[in-house]
C-alpha cells in the first residue's frame, strides 16, 4: 500500500523560505507522477506542482510560478517543494499526492482525482 508523508510546514514570515518534504513508501516509485496541491480554509483544492518520477517534466500553478520548484531524489524516493518569497496567500495545508502511470498530461495531472494516493497534509502559515 502506497503512502506519502510530508513535512516541513510552518510559520514563516512574509518573504520567508520554506522547503517541503514527502516521503514515498510501499510501491514503485519510478511508476509514479507526483503532485503538490494546497487547500485553504473554504476554498478547493489547487494545484501547485507537478513532476514524473524521472523529473523530465515538472509544471506549476500560475500562483507560484519563478517562486517555488518542485524536485525529487529517487534513491530517497522523496518529492521536495522548495518556496520562496512567501506570500500570506500561500497559507494553506499542503498535500502530496501520487498518480500511477507516466501520461503527462496536464489536464490530468493538475486535477486532484487523478492522484490514488494522498499524504495527510501539512500546515503552512505565512503572515504579514
Known amino acids: 500500500q502506497v503512502q506519502l508523508v510530508e513535512s516541513g510546514g510552518g510559520l514563516v514570515q512574509a518573504g520567508d523560505s520554506l522547503r517541503l518534504s514527502c516521503t514515498f513508501s510501499g510501491g514503485f516509485f519510478s511508476n509514479y507522477i507526483f503532485g503538490w496541491f494546497r487547500q485553504a480554509p473554504g476554498k478547493e483544492r489547487e494545484f501547485v506542482a507537478g513532476?514524473?518520477?524521472?523529473?523530465?517534466?515538472?509544471n506549476y500553478g500560475d500562483s507560484v510560478k519563478d517562486r517555488f520548484t518542485i524536485s525529487r531524489d529517487k534513491a530517497r524516493k522523496t518529492v521536495n517543494l522548495q518556496m520562496l518569497s512567501l506570500k500570506p496567500e500561500d497559507t494553506a495545508v499542503y498535500y502530496c499526492g501520487g498518480m500511477a502511470g507516466f501520461t503527462w498530461v496536464r489536464t490530468v495531472y493538475t486535477l486532484p482525482n487523478s492522484y490514488d494516493s494522498w499524504g495527510q497534509g501539512t500546515q503552512v502559515t505565512v503572515s504579514s
Open positions: 513532476i514524473r518520477w524521472d523529473g523530465r517534466n515538472t
